[in-house]
């Protein structure tokens, strides 16, 4: 079940510097910065009420995420929706007829486990589930 937009993300060519607007113009701190292991990615949030802006530089050549910069150039990469089960969220999606990336999900920033759905399902747009970490697990 989806419950808010966690947050929407902005691929970047350096964190620092995309980091910039929002504090000069916004008052607003990057912050919890951190490298994905095994998405060769480094992101960090901004924090703006109930949801964030994610920062995602790539840090390696060569991945989905460096090719989708260098084509297009930075700007917004992706829509992230917080659900409460996101194995059965996943299931639900591909058993309507969904593409999925991510059939099960992985970890993500914030050892959330995340997992993202083909933008050919969802008009454009790169849509990305994730499930917040609960503490007892
Ligand atoms: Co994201």
Redesign the pocket.
């Known amino acids: 079940m989806i419950k808010k937009i966690?947050?929407i993300?902005v691929v970047v060519p350096n964190l620092e510097e995309g980091a910039k607007f929002y504090k000069e113009f916004l008052g607003l701190n990057l912050a919890d910065v951190e490298e994905i292991e095994g998405m060769d990615t480094k992101?960090g949030f901004i924090a703006i009420g109930e949801t964030k802006i994610?920062l995602?530089q790539p840090t390696k050549e060569e991945t989905g995420l460096a090719k989708y910069l260098a084509n297009r150039g930075p700007g917004i990469?992706?829509i992230?929706l917080e659900v409460d089960d996101i194995e059965a969220d996943l299931k639900a999606f591909k058993e309507k007829g969904a593409l999925l990336i991510d059939e099960t999900p992985r970890k993500?920033?914030h050892g959330m486990k995340?997992g993202f759905i083909h933008p050919k399902t969802s008009g454009g747009v790169l849509i990305?589930l994730?499930e917040p970490s609960h503490p007892k697990d």
Request: with cysteine.
């Open positions: 966690d947050h993300a992101v994610e995602v990469h992706h992230c993500g920033a995340v990305e994730c």
